[in-house]
């Protein structure tokens, strides 16, 4: 089969690399495009896959909004005829990138096949865009790679029930491949040195939805957490986007037990992960790969496409509210993973049971 990838941001990344490598070991043709929308984030981690892009669009631009992202990266597709030589188009998720892959595929009657298809809010505003971005990838899509049961339903409730399959999510796969190689030794020296044995609670942050008053009201969470437990460490990687950077350093700067840094590359951000108490985020990822390390996990966020987190116990949703911020944090220190049973995201073997599916359709 000819399958030609497209994606860009971090997330992307890690979800899709598993399935490239699986497919180019059992004797596929796999292209990938990499919009560079999240290109600091990203390569490294191609890097660590082993992964090269085919072609680079190169799309971000200073002060760039979502309409002016969207137009440029079609006008650049649509510059390179041959991209359209492939047998499927595959995009990951919800993301910009994801979007216009898939709608100009769409244009240029590319079959596109959605992995990580169905997950749900049915709020369109949240997560913005990434909810609208997905139900729009379903109508769309000829090919829908659920990762639950829960998102596969979605998906039927909507009269979307052709070529519909639950395979687990490849998020998991990439976390499996790195948790053969991680240890502490990945971790910098300064970090190792910071948490000194004391508990961790690492901290990320991102959602567009969330930006400006709702960081403003997570930074308060966060200094009265770490005033309140001095002998606890926090650890926020901060996301490169200025809306996020700018407040956090404002608001939390001169905190003894607060480590403020950028973003880790892959395998040191896994290898934080397993060391942490608790982790506090606004990301769809952490929520699902944190079952498989048993850490417990407090969403900011006040709706959740991953239901299947907070059914089983992994996963605490609480919006931005600074008191039921600290309230979960607080109780999760105290209580630990109270998650229960197998990881409901995947096992680590999607992408072998997606590369099932679309190598026996290819022979139909």
Known sequence: MRLTTLFGTRPETIKLAPLIKEGIEQGHEVKVIFTGQHREMALPLLNFFGIKPDHDLNVMRPNQDLSSLTSLML??????????????LMVQGDTTSAYVGAYWAFLNKIP??????????????????????RQLISRIAKVHLAPTTNALQSLHSEGITKNTHVIGNTGIDALRIACEKVSDRNLPIDIIDFIDDRKVVLITGHRRENFGEGMKQISIALKTLSLSLPNVCFIYPLHMNPNVREVMKKELRGLPNLLLTDPFPYLPFIALMKKASVILTDSGGIQEEAPSLRVPVVVMRDRTERPEGVASGYSILVGTDPQKIC????????KGCEGRGENPFGDGRSSQKAWNILAGMKEQ
């Open 75 to 88: 006008k650049l597709l649509d510059e390179n005829p041959e991209l359209k030589n492939t047998d499927a």
């Open 112 to 133: 596109v096949i959605h992995l990580e298809a169905g997950l749900r809010t049915y709020n369109i505003h949240s997560p913005f865009p990434e909810e609208a971005n």
């Open 327 to 334: 309230a979960a944090v607080m109780h999760a220190l105290e």
